[in-house]
């Protein structure tokens, strides 16, 4: 399994570089076709999506049948021309970014034609791209490439936020000035690691740094990388412009950008870390192992406490993201082969259930004009599918069987046992009961809280459940957050194993 | 001194970083926000570029080598084999001895790193003129105050 598998010719040897190029050239012919004919922008994008979610499909099936997968881009050999490889570590992620984008896209026709008279194209071309750089950024196995992906998404990413309601121009603007930060912190550590190597290609790096281990520019190459990504990811306490950025973005660049954005920079961190530093050099110094874990803890605990005082629901799942980005680094630094398994498998669930939890609060605030809690009482009268669907995606966040949430969280915490990690263990737990917390307290006031009508009790809720091509989507992705927890094992077994590097615990 | 000299560049690239980074985080305005940030990404231009200088170096284009196309037809006419293996035996001399050449590749990694700073510093525009639109103001503790009245408002109503 382990033996790279280069594909000769036919077809099926271009799909790693179809995966991103179907995105990025429907991007501009999005931009072309709907400066004439708005209305065909969206049937387009969808498209597009699709090409690239069967790609990305068929790249997993490879992958699972023959083993890593690496593609010349322009037929130039590795370590000079730039690789693009599909591997255990990244078939997943891309499906996910495929289905998750793919599945947003379908579900927000309603509210991109609400949010936007005239001019949808310019939303559906960003759109692309922002998915062609996430993407790009998960395939690519060249550092560089990988910076300027980082920059086309976060680029992208800007200009979809400052679309949004209210201050959603000055948070953007602090989301630039911040990703550039991260993304510049990235450049320069990559710069090191050139200076030092004389290569980008992430293979050919990894074998020149065996050998330097004891540099010092390798260590602060390691050093600028690292907090590049944490910034990016939103790691406490670099996570300031996470909330305002992600909530006042539009339902429907947020519903892309939410589970997306994060859990592809937590992969960044993983394929640094496992790839090209590897984890004898990354786990050698415990003290450091010991401080990060310390701060994912603390992201975990205040993200969870932030999320108790909000009173939109909007707002109190981006303060949730920053807590989950907590439980990935975390059970990325136990050092351990469950806590690496976890973080593998939270990508994907975590995707999936904020993908749920904001189309729920897209659907909510669409019918009912906002989200914020005082439009709860009686929505599980007024919207039973989207309420059963934020339901699901709650139980998922908490962590209860058979949800997808529960069985990365049990990873997570066999991990943090198996390290000692006995307070990061102590934080999941903690935020798994604010989270029970938190959404028993949204399920009562939507089911049980007396609906008040100008003073007096409504005796008849009418049923008032948004447009099908909504909610099919919404149930679809809460019907996939239990089949994904279903098909643990399998996932676990056929893919996840063979990414744990040798030699980690 | 002798020690800080010839590293030159780089203390001068860390100050420009420094200076950027400052200008992006103290600085209330958020035009100043932004020069800080296009030094601090011209800071690194200067790093990677640093790394590619040699002295007495050219720059990376082959010099002193004849046409390929000759060389097929010297090959052909078989007689004069020898002088072809010598002068494919000088231009590959030429060609693989990197001493004398600038590593072209850091150049290359600027000129994309320079695209994606001049979209950056687009977008950043773009926003600080969107928000002072918006509010009337660049001065990030007016804009913040301002935002602060409109959600007591909301609250309010």
Redesign the interface.
């Known amino acids: 399994m382990n033996h790279e598998w280069v594909m000769q010719s036919g077809w099926i040897s271009q799909l790693p570089a179809l995966v991103v190029i179907i995105p990025f050239f429907m991007a501009f012919i999005v931009a072309l076709v709907g400066w004439s004919h708005e209305d065909r922008a969206i049937f387009l994008t969808e498209i597009g999506l699709l090409l690239s979610f069967l790609a990305s499909i068929g790249c997993l099936f490879v992958v699972v049948e023959h083993g890593p997968v690496s593609y010349r881009m322009a037929g130039w050999a590795p370590p000079m021309g730039i690789e693009y490889r599909v591997d255990f570590l990244n078939a997943l992620v891309l499906v996910v970014i495929t289905s998750c984008s793919l599945i947003s896209v379908f579900f927000s026709k309603a509210i991109v034609q609400r949010d936007f008279r005239t001019r949808k194209e310019h939303f559906y071309t960003l759109y692309l791209l922002l998915v062609t750089g996430l993407l790009g950024i998960t395939i690519t196995h060249d550092a560089?490439n990988l910076?300027?992906l980082v920059?086309i998404s976060a680029?992208t990413s800007?200009?979809l936020i400052?679309m949004g309601r209210?201050?959603a121009?000055?948070s953007?603007?602090q989301y630039?000035?911040i990703g550039?930060?991260g993304a510049?912190f990235y450049?320069?550590g990559v710069?090191y690691l050139?200076?030092k190597t004389g290569t980008l290609n992430m293979s050919d790096l990894q074998l020149l740094i065996a050998d330097l281990h004891d540099s010092r520019a390798i260590k602060s190459a390691f050093v600028f990388i690292m907090l590049g990504t944490w910034i990016k990811m939103g790691l406490f306490p670099l996570h300031g412009w996470l909330p305002n950025a992600y909530s006042d973005a539009k339902d429907s660049a947020s519903c892309l950008i939410a589970p997306l954005m994060t859990k592809v920079s937590v992969y960044i961190m993983l394929r640094l870390m496992l790839t090209v530093f590897t984890p004898s050099y990354v786990f050698s110094n415990a003290i450091a192992g010991e401080l990060v874990l310390a701060l994912a803890v603390v992201a975990i605990v205040v993200g969870s406490l932030k999320a108790l005082k909000q009173t939109s629901l909007k707002r109190m799942l981006t303060y949730i993201i920053v807590a989950e980005v907590g439980y990935m680094v975390g059970g990325a630094w136990t050092a351990t082969a469950s806590g690496l398994t976890g973080v593998m498998y939270h990508i994907i669930s975590d995707a999936a259930m904020t993908l749920c939890m904001f189309m729920a609060v897209a659907v909510i605030s669409f019918k009912r004009g906002r989200d914020t809690f005082d439009v709860l009482p009686g929505l599980y009268k007024r919207m039973p599918l989207t309420m059963a669907a934020f339901t699901v995606g709650a139980f998922s966040l908490i962590g209860i069987p058979p949800t997808c949430g529960f069985f990365s969280k049990w990873y997570l915490l066999s991990g943090a046992i198996d390290a000692h990690a006995w307070h990061y263990m102590a934080a999941l737990i903690f935020s798994s009961l604010v989270n029970a917390v938190l959404f028993f307290r949204i399920i009562e006031k939507a089911f049980i809280e007396p609906v008040h009508a100008a003073g007096a009790e409504a005796t008849v809720i009418e049923m008032d459940e948004a447009p099908l091509r909504m909610t099919l989507p919404l149930v679809f992705v809460a019907i996939s957050l239990i089949a994904i927890g279903v098909c643990t094992n399998y996932i676990v077994r056929a893919v996840i194993q063979y990414a744990i590097p040798e030699g980690v615990g | 001194m002798d020690l800080l000299l010839p590293k030159f560049n780089y203390i001068l690239y860390v100050v420009l970083m420094m200076t950027g980074l400052w200008g992006m985080i103290a600085k209330p305005n958020l035009i100043k926000k932004i020069i800080g940030m296009a030094i601090f990404q011209t800071s690194l231009i200067l790093f990677f570029i640093s790394t590619s200088v040699k002295r007495g170096a050219t720059i990376p284009i082959l010099e002193h080598h004849s046409e390929p196309e000759s060389h097929a037809h010297v090959v052909s006419v078989g007689d004069q084999l020898g002088d072809a293996v010598h002068s494919v035996a000088t231009v590959a001399q030429h060609a693989v001895d990197p001493a004398h050449y600038m590593n072209p590749l850091p150049h290359v990694l600027m000129l994309t790193a320079i695209v994606v700073g001049v979209g950056t510093l687009g977008v950043a525009l773009a926003l600080a003129q969107l928000v002072y639109k918006q509010y009337g103001t660049l001065e990030e503790e007016d804009i913040i105050s301002q935002i602060e009245a409109d959600a007591s408002q909301e609250d309010e109503s």
Do not use: D, K, S
Request: charged letters at 10%; aromatic letters at 24%.
């Open positions: 560089f910076y300027v920059e680029l800007y200009a400052a209210g201050r121009a000055f953007a603007f630039v000035m550039t930060i510049c450049l320069i710069g050139y200076v």
